[in-house]
């Protein structure tokens, strides 16, 4: 799964190219373009599908507690995902 993942996405035209400092912005352009204008372009599949748009929902709990508490939540992926163990966390004891 990791080698069909980089042979698929890791192409010189998905890279970042990040400049940093007191630069002359043309002059940059110009080197960058010359030096990089020349990789070749290799297509992309359509990537994965966002999740259909959650609904807001509220909480409310009944406390005698004398201080609030907030509540989080994100979405994971399902069980059957194969994505599922990257949302996965299970703290050390």
């Given at each position: 799964?990791?080698k069909?993942f980089?042979?698929?996405?890791?192409?010189?035209?998905?890279a970042l190219?990040?400049?940093?400092g007191?630069?002359?912005?043309?002059?940059t352009?110009?080197?960058?373009?010359?030096?990089?204008e020349?990789?070749?372009?290799?297509?992309?599949?359509?990537?994965?599908?966002?999740?259909?748009a959650?609904?807001?929902a509220?909480?409310s709990?009944?406390?005698?507690r004398?201080?609030?508490l907030?509540v989080?939540?994100?979405?994971l992926?399902?069980?059957?995902?194969p994505?599922y163990?990257a949302?996965?966390f299970?703290p050390?004891s």
């Amino acid at each position: 799964m990791l080698k069909q993942f980089y042979d698929t996405w890791y192409t010189p035209n998905n890279a970042l190219l990040v400049i940093a400092g007191n630069v002359r912005l043309e002059r940059t352009r110009e080197k960058v373009k010359e030096l990089f204008e020349s990789i070749r372009r290799d297509c992309f599949p359509p990537g994965p599908k966002s999740p259909p748009a959650a609904e807001a929902a509220a909480l409310s709990l009944d406390t005698d507690r004398p201080y609030g508490l907030s509540v989080v939540a994100y979405r994971l992926p399902g069980y059957d995902s194969p994505d599922y163990a990257a949302g996965s966390f299970w703290p050390m004891s």
